[in-house]
């Protein structure tokens, strides 16, 4: 009955088998020919990962000054439109006056 029950859901079963396989190839249980390769290559991979590091946040930096550039000038492209929208609604309209009868 379990056989017939895990053969309805292959790809869960198929899911869990990777699952497993990443995890056992994932474990913190390094064999001896990595260890003797480990001690000559730590000092190189430790500074990449810094220059990795400073690169990535420099582009971060970058990314959000840039949205702040772009938010500011989109704020003083509305307040423009605006102010020029408040100009049209109060300068003096004398054909719509003329229009109305209020002057002559």
Known sequence: M???RS????FL??????H???????ADN???AKNENKDVNHHASRSSVGLKIIII?????TVIA???????????????????RLLKLFEDDDELEVELGMRD
């Open 66 to 84: 840039f949205c702040v550039f772009l938010f500011k000038l989109w704020q003083r492209k509305k307040r423009e439109e605006q102010h020029a």
């Open 7 to 10: 053969l309805r859901y292959p």
């Open 57 to 61: 946040c420099l582009g971060v930096v």
């Open 2 to 4: 379990l056989v017939r």
């Open 30 to 32: 390094p064999s001896d």
């Open 20 to 26: 497993l396989q990443l995890l056992s190839g994932l």
């Open 13 to 18: 079963l198929v899911l869990t088998s990777l």
